[in-house]
């Protein structure tokens, strides 16, 4: 299939975060952090971004849109030492934990963006991203909210315009109608392909999958559901 043709660069609306943006006071050596290790590994927080120079020789460039804590991004991280990670959370309490990941297992492949995710997706160029992690978003439930989730036809049209060709999306809820709502949008998008073929496909984790404490909370009204979406 042919590439999606380009479209106008989105205006994007305010952050809005189903949390806080900082819920407590930030652990000294975390705060600390933000002085020291994260000028160090930020990512410009608009403008293009070119992540050849975020990290040069990378093999490849994956990206995780609300990282929470930092486990799974940390993990994924230190298991492929040659691929450039980049996380974003707006989160102030999440990215210091991340630092802490970071710092404490001494990653080099790790860039972070303490902000919405959404500019960083606008100045992406085309076809730079292998695989893209979207685990447990906002999931916004009531019905008037809904129009704040972080999926939308306009975000997934950037998604797949950043994937390369048989790049992969991730989206992980444990929430029955954030999975139905992002299968139903993701199916509607042409440069997208839901690889499942059975039912374990998306009730079962995926062999590489990284379980976090916020997973085993249990907070939504379902166990988790596994969409994996191919770029065609």
Same mark, same amino acid.
């Given at each position: 299939?042919?590439?999606?043709?380009?479209?106008?660069?989105?205006?994007?609306?305010?952050?809005?975060?189903?949390?806080?943006?900082?819920?407590?006071?930030?652990?000294?050596?975390?705060?600390?952090?933000?002085?020291?290790?994260?000028?160090?590994?930020?990512?410009?927080?608009?403008?293009?971004?070119?992540?050849?120079?975020?990290?040069?020789?990378?093999?490849?460039?994956?990206?995780?849109?609300?990282?929470?804590?930092?486990?799974?991004?940390?993990?994924?991280?230190?298991?492929?030492? !040659?691929?450039?990670?980049?996380?974003?959370?707006?989160?102030?309490?999440?990215?210091?934990?991340?630092?802490?990941?970071?710092?404490?297992?001494?990653?080099?492949?790790?860039?972070?963006?303490?902000?919405?995710?959404?500019?960083?997706?606008?100045?992406?160029?085309?076809?730079?991203?292998?695989?893209?992690?979207?685990?447990?978003?906002?999931?916004?439930?009531?019905?008037?909210?809904?129009?704040?989730?972080?999926?939308?036809?306009?975000?997934?049209?950037?998604?797949?315009?950043?994937?390369?060709?048989?790049?992969?999306?991730?989206?992980?809820?444990?929430?029955?109608?954030?999975?139905?709502?992002?299968?139903?949008?993701?199916?509607?998008?042409?440069?997208?392909?839901?690889?499942?073929?059975?039912?374990?496909?998306?009730?079962?984790?995926?062999?590489?999958?990284?379980?976090?404490?916020?997973?085993?909370?249990?907070?939504? !009204?379902?166990?988790?559901?596994?969409?994996?979406?191919?770029?065609?």
């Amino acid at each position: 299939m042919s590439d999606v043709p380009p479209s106008p660069p989105p205006t994007w609306g305010p952050l809005r975060s189903f949390g806080r943006i900082k819920s407590r006071t930030l652990k000294p050596a975390q705060a600390a952090l933000f002085d020291t290790l994260l000028p160090a590994i930020a990512v410009p927080k608009s403008g293009p971004i070119d992540p050849a120079a975020l990290m040069p020789g990378a093999r490849e460039t994956w990206l995780e849109i609300g990282f929470g804590g930092g486990e799974h991004m940390a993990e994924q991280a230190a298991r492929h030492p !040659d691929v450039l990670v980049i996380g974003c959370e707006p989160f102030l309490n999440g990215v210091g934990s991340a630092l802490r990941h970071v710092d404490q297992r001494g990653l080099k492949n790790v860039r972070l963006l303490a902000n919405d995710a959404r500019p960083l997706l606008e100045g992406l160029p085309d076809a730079s991203l292998a695989r893209v992690f979207i685990l447990f978003p906002d999931p916004w439930p009531k019905a008037r909210h809904q129009k704040r989730r972080l999926i939308q036809p306009d975000v997934l049209a950037q998604l797949v315009r950043v994937l390369k060709p048989g790049g992969r999306l991730r989206f992980v809820t444990d929430w029955k109608d954030y999975a139905a709502w992002t299968l139903e949008r993701a199916l509607q998008e042409p440069g997208l392909r839901w690889l499942a073929e059975e039912h374990s496909d998306w009730t079962v984790a995926p062999g590489d999958h990284v379980t976090t404490r916020y997973e085993e909370k249990k907070l939504g !009204d379902t166990a988790p559901i596994f969409l994996e979406f191919e770029r065609v």
